[in-house]
């Protein structure tokens, strides 16, 4: 991708590495445009696509806000990138420094940093994480789960606390979401450095979780299909006269977490959002008792790359459950983008386990009545005290 290389709105990273005890280096770079991050890491994202949906979609996002559209760099460009730069991540290393000049960090609408092992001039990627807009800040990672141990997340989750604390104002992140072992670790180095303690319960004074689910997908092979509905029953996208029929259940969904809860208004706005980037699929039903036709449930599709979507917000209205809406609006949503994607992906609370068995009877694996699978993992959310709290 050239003309991103070229381009004057890639604006440059600050660098840093510190020493650990296997060899090599860590190397955590502070990206301050996600073009720049996008010529890192890009490539790697694209090839890990599954794990990469927290991260990948913003920093697309955001490349294309920056004025260098949503092209994703290939891996000589990322090479390229290396070569630039290299040479003064062994100087400044070769000096002590951080990259840190000493100010004091700075609200911006994102944030985008990289952690990478350096060894005999060979550079690869373990984790990278996007704090954007008013969300978490989302964790990803290209290692193997079995990767996670003590020895290897302790010098590299210290060195990216520490980045963290030199250019993220600390109350800015009011969670972290990602891979449990990962997140648990960067958090503990989080909290010790940052004076933001994890959020626990008051009861058990022991850490509550945010959010606590298996990530898992749902592919052609997979999904088991999609039942006729009823007369007067109708799956569709949501178009700008759903607006206000939408939001109840969007307040709704939202006010069901207690860390996230959503005012009338911001409900509203929201359904518009997501009816405006054609996001949003409503089920709808012709009410006899009101002669109108009501929105009953709903599912958003959303972190959209080349080969994936996520779906989200799945949510039935309470005097409606019960009968088979969710799984049908879920189920008609994944046959129409399994026509354009390789996956569908979501999150299921360890919580909830009827919202499991439906997302299983799907096609979705390793959840519900399915047998466990290999590439479904466990993903938390942890949060912090006295700090802004954002939404997703």
Request: proline fraction near 6%; aromatic fraction near 10%; glycine fraction near 6%.
């Amino acid at each position: 991708m050239p003309s991103i290389l070229r381009s004057p709105n890639v604006r440059r990273a600050t660098l840093g590495a510190v020493p650990v005890r296997t060899p090599g280096i860590v190397l955590v770079v502070n990206h301050d445009s996600a073009a720049d991050f996008m010529l890192a890491a890009g490539d790697i994202m694209q090839r890990h696509q599954l794990r990469a949906n927290m991260v990948l979609p913003y920093a697309l996002e955001y490349q294309a806000k920056e004025g260098n559209g949503k092209s994703i760099p290939t891996a000589a460009d990322s090479q390229h990138w290396w070569r630039e730069r290299l040479s003064s991540i062994i100087a400044q290393q070769g000096r002590g420094g951080s990259g840190n000049d000493g100010s004091f960090p700075v609200y911006r609408e994102a944030y985008f940093i990289s952690v990478w092992t350096v060894n005999a001039g060979v550079t690869s990627l373990d984790f990278a994480i996007a704090c954007a807009g008013k969300k978490p800040l989302f964790l990803f990672s290209p290692r193997d789960k079995s990767d996670f141990t003590p020895e290897f997340l302790q010098p590299r989750m210290s060195a990216l606390a520490g980045r963290m604390l030199a250019v993220i104002p600390s109350k800015r992140v009011f969670s972290m979401f990602g891979h449990t072992r990962p997140i648990r670790s960067l958090a503990a180095e989080w909290s010790n450095i940052s004076g933001h303690s994890v959020y626990t319960n008051r009861s058990t004074r022991t850490v509550e979780p945010f959010y606590h689910a298996s990530y898992t997908f749902c592919t052609p092979q997979t999904f088991t299909g999609a039942r006729a509905l009823p007369p007067n029953h109708r799956v569709r996208i949501a178009d700008a006269n759903h607006s206000l029929k939408a939001a109840p259940l969007c307040e709704e969904f939202a006010n069901d977490s207690v860390f996230f809860p959503l005012s009338r208004e911001g409900a509203v706005q929201q359904a518009a959002d997501m009816i405006a980037k054609r996001q949003l699929w409503v089920y709808e039903v012709f009410d006899p008792r009101t002669q109108a036709v009501e929105v009953v449930s709903l599912v958003a599709v959303t972190r959209d790359t080349d080969n994936i979507a996520a779906i989200s917000k799945v949510f039935t209205s309470p005097e409606w459950r019960g009968k088979g809406f969710a799984r049908s609006i879920v189920a008609i949503v994944c046959r129409e983008v399994l026509k354009h994607k390789s996956r569908v992906v979501l999150y299921v609370a360890h919580d909830n386990p009827a919202a499991a068995t439906v997302y299983g009877r799907v096609g979705f694996v390793g959840v519900g009545e399915n047998r466990p699978h290999p590439e479904v993992e466990d993903w938390i959310e942890l949060g912090f005290n006295n700090t802004v709290l954002g939404f997703w």
